[in-house]
């Protein structure tokens, strides 16, 4: 089966000029689909997450740790392995968003849905996290 490859808005246009056209990649490392985010997108939601986990409603999952600490896949080329994926998961479902996020980098709902979405089909599998 061929792998598939899922974007967000921004990951699915050309980056504003300046801006290099690079990726945070959420992979399963058994069927090798992908769901792609800009950096500035993923650092946008790593932000809503780090501001839950200062208001004490989430936990210091694996994931804002290896972003807060510069770890795995925020350290120029490494590899994060998702270690608690339904924390995450549900994590990411507590971010308040809104369906005005116009400015590039930030992540609108539907963005967040389809990770998610993505995240849940592949509960069963183990997600990676890296750049390119």
């Excluded at 921004?10 to 990726?23: I, K, L, Q």
């Excluded at 780090?50 to 210091?60: A, E, H, P, R, V």
């Excluded at 999952?61 to 795995?72: A, F, R, S, T, Y």
């Excluded at 270690?83 to 967040?112: H, V």
Aim: one cysteine or more; proline letters at 4%.
């Amino acid at each position: 089966m061929t792998p598939q490859e899922y974007k967000t808005k921004w990951a699915s246009e050309s980056p504003p000029y300046g801006t290099f056209d690079d990726y945070v990649i959420f992979e399963s490392l058994i069927s090798n689909n992908r769901y792609l985010v800009r950096p500035e997108e993923s650092d946008y939601l790593m932000n809503k997450l780090f501001d839950k986990w200062q208001q004490n409603k989430i936990d210091y999952i694996h994931v804002l740790k290896d972003w807060n600490e510069c770890l795995g896949a925020w350290n120029g080329g490494g590899i994060t392995l998702i270690k608690d994926l339904p924390k995450f998961i549900e994590a990411i479902r507590l971010i308040d968003l809104t369906d005005n996020s116009e400015g590039y980098g930030e992540m609108t709902s539907q963005d967040i849905g389809h990770l998610v979405e993505f995240l849940t089909n592949h509960q069963e599998e183990e997600i990676s996290i890296h750049c390119e």
